[in-house]
C-alpha cells in the first residue's frame, strides 16, 4: 500500500471577502448629522452677522460718497447737513425710533456722545449742529467726518423699532 503524504490533501487558505465600506457604522451617521448641524449653524451666524452689517457698511460707504464730494466742491453746509442726516438715518436704524425721532440741538449731541465709545461730538458742535444752516461757513469738516465714521463702525445690531 502506497502511502499518501497528508499534506497533499491540504487546500490552500482561503481569506474572507474584504469588508466593504456600506453600510456605515453608527458612529459615522452621528459625526455625518454632527457635521450637518455645524456647518448650518455656521451659515446661519455668517448670514447673520452680514445682515446687522449691511446697515453700517451701506452708511460707510454713503459717507464716503460725501467726504468726496465735499473734496470736489468745499460745500460745508451742505456736507455737514449730509453728514447730520446720515447720522439720524444710522441712528434711526441702530436704535428705538421713540428714543431718537425727537432729539436736536443739544439733546442730538447728547445722544451721539451717550453712544459712542470714546468719541466726543462736542468738538464739532458747530460742524454738526450750526454749520448747515449758514450759507457762508467754511470750514474743515475732516474731523466730522472722522468722528461720523467711528461712531457708524462702533453699531452692532440693529433695532426692530
Given at each position: ?85 446720515l447720522l439720524r438715518r444710522v441712528a ?65 445690531v440693529p433695532c426692530s423699532n
Open positions: 500500500m502506497a502511502k499518501t503524504d497528508p499534506l497533499a490533501q491540504l487546500k490552500d487558505i482561503h481569506l474572507p471577502d474584504p469588508v466593504g465600506w456600506w453600510p456605515l457604522a453608527p458612529g459615522w451617521y452621528l459625526l455625518l448629522f454632527l457635521g450637518l448641524c455645524l456647518t448650518i449653524a455656521l451659515f446661519c451666524f455668517i448670514n447673520k452677522r452680514r445682515r446687522h452689517a449691511l446697515a453700517k457698511n451701506q452708511a460707510i460707504a454713503l459717507l464716503n460718497t460725501y467726504e468726496k464730494l465735499y473734496e470736489e466742491e468745499q460745500n460745508t453746509a451742505l456736507t455737514s447737513s449730509l453728514i447730520s442726516e434711526l436704524t441702530y436704535y428705538p425710533r421713540t428714543e431718537v425721532a425727537s432729539l436736536h440741538g443739544d439733546a442730538w449731541l447728547h445722544f451721539l456722545n451717550q453712544t459712542s465709545k470714546g468719541i466726543e461730538f462736542d468738538s464739532v458742535r458747530e460742524a454738526l449742529l450750526d454749520a448747515p444752516f449758514k450759507t457762508e461757513c467754511h470750514q474743515d469738516l475732516k474731523l466730522l467726518f472722522h468722528k461720523a465714521r467711528l461712531w457708524i463702525k462702533q453699531r452692532k
